[in-house]
């Protein structure tokens, strides 16, 4: 819901979800890679609490395009707020509408056969499909 001046949220697991997601909001925002971004993320999802996994994320993928305190200091700011807004309205705007979570996007576009394959191995369907002789395939 829209306040004065920011945005108050309500997270289906909880208020700790909703912190989660603003710390992945600001990540996006202040990580520009996905070679970065990707594996933050994946590291903040896999982490059990929201106020060290960023230091903690950060510091074990050797990422220094932001720090802990610069992502912290988003999240618990309207900044944070508005890019987690920012985030949903363009989910809402999918097309197709988003009906499962994961919901997959490739090179923007939602294509049904790669998100099903995805969901067994993502890997790879990133490295036959999109990546293909990347050092990460």
Known sequence: TETESSWNFTCQHGP????????????LNQV?????????????MDS?????AAADCLADLDISTT????????????EGSTLL???GVETKNLDPELYFVPWV???????????????DDLRGVLCSNFLAGSSKC
């Not at 996007?105 to 969901?119: E, I, K, P, R, Y």
Request: proline letters at 5%; glycine letters at 4%; a negative charge.
């Open 16 to 27: 700790e979800e909703c912190v989660g997601n603003k710390v992945q909001a600001c990540v």
């Open 32 to 44: 520009p890679e996905p070679e970065e971004y990707v594996p933050m993320i994946n590291c903040l």
């Open 48 to 52: 059990r609490g929201a106020e060290n």
């Open 67 to 78: 720090t802990a305190e610069e992502v912290n200091e988003c999240a618990q700011s309207d």
């Open 85 to 87: 807004h920012e985030l």
């Open 105 to 119: 996007l490739f090179n923007d576009a939602f294509d049904n056969v790669s998100w099903q394959a995805g969901l």
